[in-house]
Nanobody, 119 residues
Framework: VQLVESGGGLVQAGDSLRLSCAAS????????MAWFRQAPGKQRMLVAS????????WYADSVKGRFTISRDNAKNTMYLQMNSLKPEDTAVYYC?????????????WGQGTQVTVSS
């Protein structure tokens, strides 16, 4: 699976952004998907994940209530709606596709999209 993120940018605190992750291949719906982020000088961290059918989601405490992960299997695309953005959300955001039998964080990665939130 090849992944391409888009939708990053420079916004002000309190603004919203929607990230997209477009996947190639016919096996998209079988993959659990996730968004990770990596801030300068910090380790990459899991932000949110979603199962193949989209029935189960998980969020890091730091984004719970502000971010929403979703997917459209007909379009081979995953999304991350980010509301009430904070400066601490500034990072490169990566999408990840974990095939069956692989934990989130394994599998394929996109190239990343920069999100910068100014105060």
């Amino acid at each position: 699976v090849q992944l391409v993120e888009s939708g990053g940018g420079l916004v002000q605190a309190g603004d919203s952004l929607r990230l997209s992750c477009a996947a190639s291949g016919s096996t998209f719906s079988f993959n659990a998907m996730a968004w990770f982020r990596q801030a300068p000088g910090k380790q990459r961290m899991l932000v949110a994940s979603i199962t193949g059918a989209g029935g189960t989601t998980w969020y890091a405490d730091s984004v719970k209530g502000r971010f929403t992960i979703s997917r459209d299997n007909a379009k081979n695309t995953m999304y991350l709606q980010m509301n009430s953005l904070k400066p601490e959300d500034t990072a490169v955001y990566y999408c990840n596709a974990a095939p069956p039998g692989t934990m989130v964080g394994g599998g394929s990665w996109g190239q990343g999209t920069q999100v910068t939130v100014s105060s």
